[in-house]
């Protein structure tokens, strides 16, 4: 069973920033939160992960809790192609045999 | 593009027929992945490979055996396909533990 627990789906208006939340109340002290994506069918896309600080790329932002029990990814400025399922992923960088859970399907509307 | 290839692209084939997808990690990576993505299971993590060597299985069936050559590229063969086979077989590649998994745009496998 996946370790986090995310929305279903949400909704964000195109040009504002996205924010979609991750629960991983049991996160063990070595281990990594990951976000991936998944546009339609195709493969899924690395995003940006973190283990303690918040991480910033060119891509989004992580903000992740002092206690580490929940994260948040940051789109800062939501397009169309952004339309996606968002996969929040928990676990050790030395496997990193993930476990998916069903992830956010975010619509970003015009 | 995440550099990682996979051929074929789709693959139609009938229920207890044999099938061999292959994949290509990208360039200098030793980790291999291999996912399965069915419609009322979602992506589960099959197998993984370092180096030639397995290192890890998920919930890969007894049918299902993979492997990877000196050259780094793996196979993944399934055998006495079923209909309940039909799914999106990706496999990842990864550098070290560094780095993370980069996903290849997978094979579409139809059993009919």
């Known amino acids: 069973d996946a370790k986090t627990t995310q929305p279903t789906s949400m909704d964000c208006a195109e040009g504002r920033a996205a924010n979609l939340p991750c629960n991983h109340s049991?996160?063990?002290?070595?281990?990594?939160v990951y976000w991936y994506r998944q546009i339609h069918s195709q493969g899924p896309q690395y995003i940006i992960h973190?283990?303690?600080n918040n991480e910033t790329n060119e891509m989004a932002s992580l903000i992740i809790t002092e206690d580490r029990k929940s994260s948040t990814l940051i789109l800062p400025h939501a397009t169309l192609r952004d339309t996606a399922v968002y996969y929040c992923?928990?676990?050790?960088?030395?496997?990193?045999?993930?476990?998916f859970g069903p992830g956010t399907r975010l619509s970003v509307l015009p | 593009d995440s550099g990682v290839t996979q051929t074929p692209k789709h693959l139609i084939t009938a229920t207890g027929q044999r099938v061999t997808l292959r994949c290509s990690p990208r360039?200098?990576?030793?980790?291999v992945y291999w996912y399965q993505q069915s419609l009322d299971q979602g992506l589960q993590f099959l197998i993984q490979?370092?180096?030639?060597?397995?290192?890890a299985k998920g919930n890969i069936l007894e049918r299902f055996s993979a492997q990877q050559f000196p050259d780094l590229h793996s196979e993944l063969n399934l055998s006495s396909l079923e209909l309940g086979d039909s799914a999106l077989y990706f496999c990842?590649?990864?550098?070290?533990?560094?780095?993370?998994?980069?996903f290849g745009p997978g094979t579409r496998l139809t059993v009919l």
């Open positions: 990842a590649s990864r550098r070290d533990i560094t780095d993370t998994q980069y």
């Open positions: 049991t996160i063990s002290g070595n281990e990594y």
């Open positions: 973190g283990l303690k």
């Open positions: 992923i928990v676990g050790y960088n030395y496997g990193q045999n993930f476990v």
């Open positions: 360039s200098g990576d030793l980790s």
């Open positions: 490979y370092y180096n030639g060597e397995e290192r």
